[in-house]
């Protein structure tokens, strides 16, 4: 799944640290206009803290030159970072709040709690 | 794919089991997602390889339609985690669990913890709640929900997260009010049909019978417009 984008890309105090205690990663067909499109609205540097943050060992180059975006090794490697790895269970952490938005089962939580409820 | 060919892969998209009334969980049929998806794509190329949101998935059938006419990916949102659980459910079904993530967040609500810019998307598809239920039987606390117009709320939302378009189930009863609201907020609208939407016939409580359920109820056929939405001030066109 798109998880970390998604994650990353739907919170206000942009961009919120993931924590998980589980981590799925499964291959998923390879599509690369899918993935030339997508790249266009992704916060890049969001996406490598998402990856730091998880712990993965995947490389992501620093920045993404015009022709990296062309690099067939890159396009796979995007593609595996955003598709492939999902958050199964762990939680989103507001930078500036530090409050939680749980994940559970693959699904964030962005419900307000009961004590933000004015 | 051909459009019988669509409804009859939907037809395998699981139903509530114990559908939630207050939340007017009725699913929309593989006729009419079918028909929606459908027509969105051939008429106005809105699905294929478009990135694509559904406020209320419910059991995932729009989204579905969606992702079997090669839509690019589908952000679901929805407040239930019942509806949610079934939703996943029928997407590990269809194999489609990298094109739909899901989120749960509950859009009854007048503000969401989440910058809608950030995850905007070229079209929106929704069967919203059409506010009909005869009596609300939620029992958490309400103040902060918006309870009236709730379809007109959803539209709300939507025409923030459309880069493009929006489609939509509105009763057709209340066509000259979103007529009206569709020009306050600057979008062209179409109403592409008009369709006959069962839904569960709810009776009154009475302390002897059991209680019937959205699930299990009698049905009444309700007229609901096909609405297609379009965001008018957009930088694109």
């Known amino acids: 799944m798109l998880t970390s984008n998604v994650l990353k890309g739907i919170t206000k105090g942009f961009p919120l640290k993931i ?3 589980k981590v799925e990663n499964a291959p998923v067909d390879y599509n690369r206009d899918f993935i030339i ?3 266009q609205r992704i916060e890049y540097d969001a996406l490598r803290g998402a990856v730091t943050d998880l712990g993965l060992h995947e490389s992501l180059p620093e920045t993404i030159s015009e022709s990296t975006q062309q690099n067939e090794e890159f396009l796979k490697k995007l593609h595996k970072v955003l598709l492939e790895y999902e958050v ?4 989103l952490i507001c930078p500036e709040t530090g409050r939680k938005f749980p994940i559970s089962k693959g699904i964030p939580n962005m419900l307000l709690q009961e004590t933000e409820v004015s | 794919m051909k459009l019988k060919e669509l409804e009859s892969h939907l037809s395998n998209v699981e139903n509530f089991s114990n559908a939630k009334e207050y939340l007017e969980q009725y699913m929309t ?6 028909r929606m998806i459908y027509t969105a794509q051939t008429q106005y190329d809105d699905i294929e390889s478009r990135s694509l949101i559904d406020l209320g998935i419910g059991t995932g059938m729009l989204s579905i339609a969606s992702c079997l006419l090669n839509a690019d990916h589908v952000f679901g949102f929805d407040c239930d985690l019942d509806a949610l659980g079934l939703c996943q459910l029928n997407i590990k079904e269809f194999e489609l669990e990298s094109s739909i993530d899901l989120i749960q967040a509950d859009l009854r609500r007048m503000s969401l913890p989440i910058d809608l810019n950030r995850i905007k998307a070229d079209t929106v598809i ?7 239920k005869p009596f609300s039987t939620s029992t958490e606390n309400q103040d902060e929900l918006c309870l009236s117009g709730i379809d007109m709320h959803f539209l709300n939302y939507a025409r923030q997260l459309a880069q493009h378009s ?4 509105h009763k057709t009863s209340t066509r000259d009010h979103i007529y009206k609201k569709a020009k306050d907020w600057n979008m062209k609208i179409d109403v592409l049909a008009v369709l006959q939407f069962d839904i569960p016939k709810l009776e009154k409580k009475r302390p002897n019978r059991k209680i019937s359920t959205a699930s299990n109820a009698p049905l009444k056929s309700i007229e609901v417009d096909f609405i297609r939405f379009e965001i008018k001030d957009n930088a694109d066109d």
């Open chain 2, 126 to 132: 929704m069967n919203p709640p059409f506010g009909t």
């Open chain 1, 19 to 21: 924590s998980s205690t």
């Open chain 1, 37 to 39: 499109r997508i790249m």
């Open chain 2, 166 to 169: 929006i489609y939509s189930l």
């Open chain 1, 88 to 91: 199964e269970e762990g939680e």
């Open chain 2, 29 to 34: 049929t593989p006729h009419l997602a079918a």
